[in-house]
């Protein structure tokens, strides 16, 4: 007995530390002097807003995409005041037809190459799948997995032609699980998840990586929008937006194909591959009550 949970254990230890890693030799970097122009959707609060300073205090230039003019105004003049690098914002609602196409535009525009592209915009619309607002689950829909997927497919042809660019996707850890009164919301990510597995595959010996962040609850404004700010979930192991963003900053840096923040959502994620979807489902929607 004791001999099998030390190997449980074990495997544990193994999954939470483990990563799977390119073949740096085909992994090619910019020459000295040279910054990456990194695009990140969704950067004027919470995770996107973390990785922009993270991004920006590595001294990279940034295309800030977002919906509020006036918040990304502020946002580009206090990172280029902190930091001396090139800001240009893009003000769009993912939510709406030709978003994709007026960021296309607008890149063409302004001659931008982007190096690195951070899909990270998202919201969430929670409850039983009876009284959820269609609208908000079809817009959903659109910025997890179709503005996502075509972001994707409009700057990687360039990536790859120039042997360099690195993707993250802003993935989530109920993409590894069914979750209850949050129905539609974790299959959109559980796309995002095997959407970036597949592709990192097929980006093998290019020079361009695609890394899937799968964060667990966070300390951001995404909650109180989803009215979920006073449940069970938002109340233990809730990381902070910095945290979260330095982990997925440091894991796209590696090439790694995916990473989950926080030890308690590894082995949330752990756990969850092991046990039946009949004990699951009714944790995961027990943690969904206030």
């Known amino acids: 007995m004791i001999k099998s949970r030390l190997n449980i254990f074990g495997h544990i230890s193994k999954f939470c530390t483990s990563e799977i890693h390119p073949d740096v030799s085909l992994f090619q970097r910019k020459g000295e002097g040279e910054v990456d122009t990194v695009l990140i959707t969704g950067t004027t609060s919470g995770i996107g807003a973390a990785f922009a300073e ?144 597949g592709l990192y595959q097929e980006l093998k010996g290019t020079g361009v990586t695609v890394t899937c962040l799968c964060p667990g609850a966070t300390k951001t404004l995404f909650a109180s929008k989803a009215n979920i700010e006073n449940t069970l979930l938002f109340k233990l192991f809730v990381m902070q937006p910095e945290d979260v963003a330095s982990i997925g900053y440091k894991s796209l840096m590696k090439g790694r194909r995916s990473t989950t923040a926080g030890l308690y959502n590894k082995l949330l994620v752990y756990f969850s591959k092991l046990l039946p979807i009949s004990v699951i489902s009714p944790i995961v929607q027990w943690m969904f009550k206030e």
């Open 54 to 197: 993270k991004f920006a205090r590595e001294r990279n230039n940034l295309v800030l995409v977002s919906r509020s003019k006036a918040k990304l105004q502020r946002q580009q003049a206090e990172l280029q005041s902190r930091y001396q690098v090139s800001v240009e914002c893009i003000s769009c609602d993912l939510a709406e037809n030709g978003a994709t196409e007026l960021i296309a535009n607008k890149a063409r525009e302004l001659g931008l190459s982007v190096d690195v592209l951070i899909n990270n915009a998202g919201f969430n619309e929670t409850g039983y799948f009876t009284d959820t607002r269609l609208s908000e689950e079809l817009d959903m829909i659109q910025v997890h997995i179709k503005v996502l997927t075509a972001l994707t497919k409009l700057f990687l042809p360039g990536m790859i032609e120039r042997g360099y660019g690195r993707i993250l996707n802003v993935g989530s850890t109920g993409a590894y699980m069914p979750c209850p009164c949050d129905t539609v919301y974790a299959a959109t990510k559980a796309y995002v998840l095997s959407f970036s597995n």
